[in-house]
């Protein structure tokens, strides 16, 4: 049975939260802060934890530990795989997933609620259902500065333990601390804010605009959410490779995998460039492009999925 205006009215006035509820993609003003740190490491806890092997694959062909370039036939994700789990073991690749999960949650709480919070202070609420990709994109590069600087001493100590002479998180930590200092977690900051600030901002730019076009009710729909946030990710991640290339230099550079010298003293973002460039040349910064692509389809669609849940279940 249809309702009249004044029905529509009344259910209005008895139910506060209709109007909010159809504006599903941006939490409600109402929503306390907690379910959106909660629906953020749920979402970076998801997204990390399951590809992580990938990322450990793509972080081995970046470095010292990986040879040849991501375009050979003998450099194949499936040939890494098998070389690397007969040498060392099926749990390998695994190495170092203590780390990001330690990280990953209250980086991405924190990345998510920063997102929020700049969506609603930027957009008006009459037009956050408008397509608004400058102001999503500055939403999103603010979330990237604030969450990076918890992540970034995480992901450098993960990615030692990923190349194969480092151990658990707390040794691989006292080492980097006493043989490199405290700066060593943060010498990738500014390249990894390089990269991602970008990757963020066109992440979400991408992920709100086509959610957007393809699901115009803004209803809760797992299938537009997963997609979108695949598309986001593989064009994002084949943008910002070379960025990511010089980062995993700077982070593994004290590591006792790194046997090369002029990898060893590249502790600026143009040493590192120009270390990749010597040794490699142009090809070296598409260096780890296909595990990177590939494990950023599912990695962003995980996230995304995974963070709009949580957010449905919590406000449900």
Same mark, same amino acid.
């Given at each position: 049975?249809?309702?009249?205006?004044?029905?529509?009215?009344?259910?209005?006035?008895?139910?506060?939260?209709?109007?909010?509820?159809?504006?599903?993609?941006?939490?409600?003003?109402?929503?306390?802060?907690?379910?959106?740190?909660?629906?953020?490491? @749920?979402?970076?806890?998801?997204?990390?934890?399951?590809?992580?092997?990938?990322?450990?694959?793509?972080?081995?062909?970046?470095?010292?530990?990986?040879?040849?370039?991501?375009?050979?036939?003998?450099?194949?994700?499936?040939?890494?795989?098998?070389?690397?789990?007969?040498?060392?073991?099926?749990?390998?690749?695994?190495?170092?997933?203590?780390?990001?999960?330690?990280?990953?949650?209250?980086?991405? $709480?924190?990345?998510? &609620?920063?997102?929020?919070?700049?969506?609603?202070?930027?957009?008006?609420?009459?037009?956050?259902?408008?397509?608004?990709?400058?102001?999503?994109?500055?939403?999103?590069?603010?979330?990237?500065?604030?969450?990076? &600087?918890?992540?970034?001493?995480?992901?450098?100590?993960?990615?030692?333990?990923?190349?194969?002479?480092?151990?658990?998180?707390?040794?691989? $930590?006292?080492?980097?601390?006493?043989?490199?200092?405290?700066?060593?977690?943060?010498?990738?900051?500014?390249?990894?804010?390089?990269?991602?600030?970008?990757?963020?901002?066109?992440?979400?730019?991408?992920?709100?605009?086509?959610?957007?076009?393809?699901?115009?009710?803004?209803?809760?729909?797992?299938?537009?959410?997963?997609?979108?946030?695949?598309?986001?990710?593989?064009?994002?991640?084949?943008?910002?490779?070379?960025?990511?290339?010089?980062?995993?230099?700077?982070?593994?550079?004290?590591?006792?995998?790194?046997?090369?010298?002029?990898?060893?003293?590249?502790?600026?973002?143009?040493?590192? &460039?120009?270390?990749? @460039?010597?040794?490699?040349?142009?090809?070296?910064?598409?260096?780890?492009?296909?595990?990177?692509?590939?494990? @950023?389809?599912?990695?962003?669609?995980?996230?995304?999925?995974?963070?709009?849940?949580?957010?449905? @279940?919590?406000?449900?």
């Amino acid at each position: 049975m249809s309702l009249t205006f004044s029905d529509a009215a009344r259910e209005q006035v008895e139910n506060p939260r209709m109007e909010e509820e159809i504006d599903y993609e941006a939490l409600p003003s109402t929503a306390p802060l907690r379910h959106q740190l909660m629906a953020g490491a @749920f979402a970076g806890i998801m997204e990390h934890s399951v590809l992580f092997p990938i990322d450990a694959l793509k972080t081995r062909m970046q470095s010292a530990a990986g040879v040849g370039t991501s375009s050979g036939v003998a450099n194949s994700m499936l040939a890494q795989i098998t070389r690397i789990s007969t040498a060392e073991g099926s749990l390998a690749l695994w190495k170092g997933v203590q780390s990001v999960i330690l990280g990953a949650g209250p980086a991405h $709480a924190v990345y998510f &609620a920063t997102y929020e919070w700049a969506k609603t202070s930027l957009i008006n609420p009459e037009d956050i259902q408008t397509i608004q990709p400058l102001r999503v994109a500055a939403s999103g590069a603010l979330a990237t500065i604030a969450a990076d &600087a918890l992540m970034n001493p995480f992901d450098t100590i993960k990615q030692r333990i990923q190349l194969k002479t480092d151990s658990s998180v707390w040794q691989t $930590a006292s080492r980097i601390y006493k043989g490199e200092g405290l700066s060593a977690f943060y010498t990738s900051y500014p390249t990894t804010l390089a990269m991602n600030i970008p990757f963020a901002a066109f992440n979400f730019m991408i992920y709100d605009t086509t959610t957007k076009v393809l699901n115009p009710t803004n209803t809760y729909n797992p299938f537009v959410h997963c997609f979108c946030g695949g598309l986001s990710g593989a064009l994002c991640a084949a943008i910002t490779t070379p960025l990511d290339c010089i980062k995993t230099v700077l982070q593994v550079r004290g590591s006792d995998s790194v046997s090369t010298d002029i990898l060893k003293r590249a502790d600026t973002f143009n040493k590192a &460039a120009r270390a990749i @460039f010597q040794l490699y040349g142009w090809k070296g910064f598409l260096r780890g492009l296909n595990p990177r692509v590939i494990s @950023f389809i599912p990695a962003t669609a995980i996230s995304w999925t995974s963070y709009e849940m949580a957010k449905h @279940f919590l406000l449900g």
